[in-house]
């Protein structure tokens, strides 16, 4: 289909954003234009703006600007202080051709339930830094399904990944029906010197945020789901406690 | 209407479109490209798969307007191209084409794959072109081609 009409500007800074709706890669926004899911009346295009560009690392970490693309992040361009764990996320979201345009920022803002950001980089302890001058952990930006704790007009400027502890491992596993659809179920596991901490996400609300796996396996139990995507949750659960050795 | 400026198959193109045309829809309604096409427009399919900027991307969920200043290359504009010009034979010898609806957005994906990937084995060829769909011939043949093609190159 094609969208309904909206007045369209591109922004030359951020100052001047306003609070109207925004676009980066418009690889989720785009299929909600398209589908006429979302009207708008008026987007602003930031997806080239220079203070959204650019990453940067050092010892405490790394800092990706929000349009820091799926790509980037996958071609090792933007720094992964994981070591290859965000890396190898980037690599499994949606298609190539839509990790070419699509951003983080843009991805973490949408908060479409089933995103991988959400749950990986709240598994990472990752910051979001706003025009608002805020710090939002990103376990607490996304209140539910496409809602944040956002302001209206106040938009993400960066993503700030802190650098884990030596020995941190670090696993996810989602269901999907085929390679690239919308994740079913999805866990994420992290172990090492400050503990165990598990992120469940696609659970059609805001990823959950638990301290144990034991903690996460009475969370899916709870959770009003059909059976297959609980069991699906528990399958990635025990895949990624595996894999981090817990 | 805004005014877009981008290039296409390296010629300048200014053209007045509405903010919520598509890519697809300036390439194909306004420039005559019929080559890119449109199968599902909302990214899910890969048969309006164009480059841009010297990456595959979706031009169904890429606007005109968004297109400013960019470089635009479409299955037209492969023509020379030594890469492409063994895709295209592969494609043939190992019946990777029937209708070939999809197959101008599978051959700029199968490209990229060739230059970026160029050790992938034939599981990473098919998770690679997972966003590509094909209703028709399936996908043997098409894995098979690229492959063809990479193995040549090595």
Not at chain 2, 98 to 126: K, N, S
């Amino acid at each position: 289909m094609k969208p309904a009409a909206f007045d369209y500007a591109r922004a030359e800074s951020i100052a001047e954003i306003g609070t109207v709706r925004v676009i980066a890669g418009g690889q989720s926004l785009g299929p909600m234009l398209n589908l006429r899911l979302a009207r708008p009346e008026r987007l602003v295009d930031i997806r080239r703006l220079a203070a959204l560009r650019g990453t940067a690392e050092d010892a405490t970490g790394a800092t990706w600007g929000a349009a820091t693309t799926h790509a980037e992040v996958e071609d090792g361009i933007a720094p992964d202080p994981t070591g290859g764990f965000l890396q190898g996320v980037a690599r499994t979201i949606a298609y190539r051709a839509v990790r070419n345009r699509g951003t983080v920022g843009g991805s973490l803002a949408h908060a479409d339930p089933a995103a991988d950001w959400p749950v990986a980089l709240a598994l990472a302890e990752a910051v979001a830094l706003t025009s608002a001058a805020r710090e939002i952990p990103v376990a607490a930006l996304v209140l539910g399904p496409f809602e944040t704790s956002l302001a209206p007009g106040e938009i993400i400027t960066a993503i700030r990944i802190p650098r884990p502890a030596a020995g941190t491992r670090h696993a996810r596993h989602k269901l999907v029906r085929k390679t690239g659809e919308f994740a079913q179920a999805m866990t994420a596991v992290r172990s090492g010197p400050q503990g165990m901490r598990v992120v469940l996400g696609a659970i059609d609300a805001a990823p959950m945020v638990l301290d144990g796996i034991a903690a996460a396996r009475e969370a899916i139990a709870a959770l009003s789901l059909p059976p297959h995507r609980r069991a699906g949750l528990a399958a990635c659960l025990d895949r990624a406690a595996t894999e981090v050795g817990a | 209407m805004t005014r877009v400026t981008l290039t296409v198959n390296g010629a300048p193109v200014t053209a007045e479109v509405e903010p919520r045309t598509h890519l697809a829809d300036l390439l194909r309604e306004t420039l005559g490209l019929t080559g890119t096409h449109l199968g599902c427009e909302h990214g899910v399919c890969g048969a309006c798969t164009v480059e841009i900027d010297g990456a595959p991307q979706r031009s169904c969920i890429s606007y005109a307007v968004a297109c400013e200043g960019s470089a635009v290359r479409t299955i037209e504009g492969f023509g020379e191209d030594p890469v492409m010009a063994a895709l295209r034979e592969a494609f043939s010898a190992h019946h990777a084409l029937q209708c070939g609806y999809c197959t101008p957005g599978m051959l700029v994906m199968a490209r990229d794959i060739v230059l970026r990937l160029p050790d992938a084995d034939e599981a990473r060829v098919r998770e690679e072109m997972s966003g590509n769909l094909c209703r028709c011939t399936g996908y043997r043949g098409i894995v098979r081609a690229i492959m063809a093609v990479l193995q040549d190159r090595r």
